[in-house]
């Protein structure tokens, strides 16, 4: 057993130990950041203290400990110690290239070297449109696990949003399955890597990453807003009319209960409650899907994370609305015991 040490209560696993906390104790605990004053609940203040970092890092001037000389950011600081003090006095053959064609230009030629550069890179990208299937595939993914995001303007003033797609290798075909779909807009075939940090550090991942693209810009301001951080809001939700969006995130962060007739759910991570609340007012007045909502507390940390399961009563329509676009690798998610087939061929 396992006791609260708020109120005593007893509960019969850590699970459900978290699931009493989010639900009686840390669901209106407010936390306040202590340089700007806004308010958070539940692990909020955590992601928004990025944009504080981020502020900190782009307004403080690095300087070479080497040579002194200062530049206005780590990554141009970065980007001199590797071509002008390289470890073991040995240039990367990249970084010698690179600093043999800089050799000798003036601040104008550089900019403007620097800008026919950038300038090839986008060429073309403001005439690419989404198609519907992908603008409703990239909402629904980035509710779950796509990242996006924009490069930092530079000289260049050029700052269009690109998308990251990353999986675990086991799930190749799934990465596969989002790269056709993509496929015109993406850099280039999807390729494995070996996570070096965060959650997933030593194991493996297939990803790709989209070209840096103007049409992208409606989706990224929606999702990231003003604060440049993810945010669930209604315009994000109301944009999202087709099942495959909602397919694409329950494969992306949904999993089926452990018995062969199991709930299905979401796990949305840091989401607020009032994030948790717009979500399930969206499922129950625009797909009449009927929901509950509890936290679970994290196995690393404190902060508590929202799961969201999809009801007895809605399961069929649920169902009825993803099981056409569920890829056959992602068929573990889904409960084939439950009676659909009637309601797909409705």
Same mark, same amino acid.
């Given at each position: 057993m396992y006791t609260c040490k708020v109120c005593g209560k007893e509960v019969p696993s850590k699970g459900a130990l978290g699931a009493h906390m989010g639900n009686y104790h840390r669901k209106n605990e407010v936390q306040t950041c202590k340089i700007c004053g806004m308010t958070f609940t539940n692990g909020?203040?955590?992601?928004?203290?990025?944009?504080? +970092?981020?502020?900190?890092?782009? *307004?403080?001037?690095?300087? %070479?400990?080497?040579?002194?000389?200062?530049?206005? %950011?780590? /990554?141009? $600081?970065?980007?001199?110690?590797?071509?002008?003090?390289?470890?073991?006095?040995?240039?990367?053959?990249?970084?010698?290239? *690179?600093?043999?064609?800089?050799?000798?230009?003036?601040?104008?030629?550089?900019?403007?070297?620097?800008?026919? !550069? +950038?300038?090839?890179r986008f060429k073309g990208n403001d005439d690419i449109a989404l198609t519907k299937i992908q603008e409703q595939m990239i909402l629904g993914s980035l509710l779950g696990d796509m990242? =996006?995001? +924009?490069?930092?303007?530079?000289?260049?003033?050029?700052?269009?949003?690109? $998308? +990251? =797609? &990353?999986?675990?290798?086991?799930?190749?075909?799934?990465?596969?399955?989002?790269?056709?779909?993509l496929k015109n807009i993406a850099r280039k075939e999807p390729y494995e890597i070996?996570?070096?940090?965060?959650?997933?550090? /030593?194991?493996?991942?297939?990803?790709?990453?989209?070209? &840096?693209?103007?049409?992208?810009?409606? =989706?990224?301001?929606?999702?990231?807003?003003?604060?440049?951080?993810?945010? =669930?809001?209604?315009?994000?939700?109301?944009?999202? !009319?087709?099942?495959?969006?909602?397919?694409?995130?329950?494969?992306?962060?949904?999993? $089926? /209960?452990?018995?062969?007739?199991?709930?299905q759910w979401f796990a949305l991570g840091l989401s607020t409650d009032n994030e948790v609340d717009l979500i399930q007012s969206w499922l129950n007045d625009?797909? &009449? $899907?009927?929901?509950?909502?509890?936290? &679970?507390?994290g196995t690393y940390n404190d902060n508590t994370y929202a799961i969201l399961s999809i009801l007895a009563v809605s399961r069929n329509e649920f169902n009825r609305i993803i099981i056409p676009h569920i890829i056959p690798s992602m068929k573990y998610k889904v409960d084939l015991l439950i009676k659909y087939v009637d309601c797909i061929c409705k």
């Open positions: 909020g203040l955590r992601g928004h203290m990025n944009i504080h +970092r981020t502020e900190k890092a782009a *307004l403080t001037p690095q300087t %070479c400990k080497i040579c002194g000389k200062s530049f206005g %950011c780590g /990554g141009a $600081l970065g980007g001199h110690m590797s071509i002008s003090h390289p470890k073991n006095g040995v240039q990367h053959p990249g970084a010698a290239k *690179l600093s043999k064609v800089w050799e000798g230009l003036s601040d104008e030629d550089h900019l403007a070297r620097a800008q026919m !550069t +950038r300038d090839s990242c =996006i995001w +924009r490069q930092h303007k530079g000289i260049t003033g050029i700052s269009n949003p690109e $998308l +990251r =797609i &990353s999986h675990s290798s086991k799930q190749r075909d799934y990465v596969m399955w989002k790269y056709d779909i070996i996570q070096k940090t965060g959650f997933g550090a /030593g194991f493996s991942a297939v990803r790709f990453e989209t070209k &840096s693209l103007s049409c992208l810009n409606p =989706i990224y301001d929606v999702v990231m807003g003003e604060e440049n951080e993810k945010h =669930i809001t209604q315009e994000w939700l109301d944009m999202i !009319t087709d099942p495959i969006a909602i397919a694409t995130w329950f494969m992306d962060d949904g999993s $089926l /209960g452990r018995t062969g007739r199991g709930c625009v797909w &009449s $899907l009927k929901t509950s909502y509890t936290r &679970s507390t």
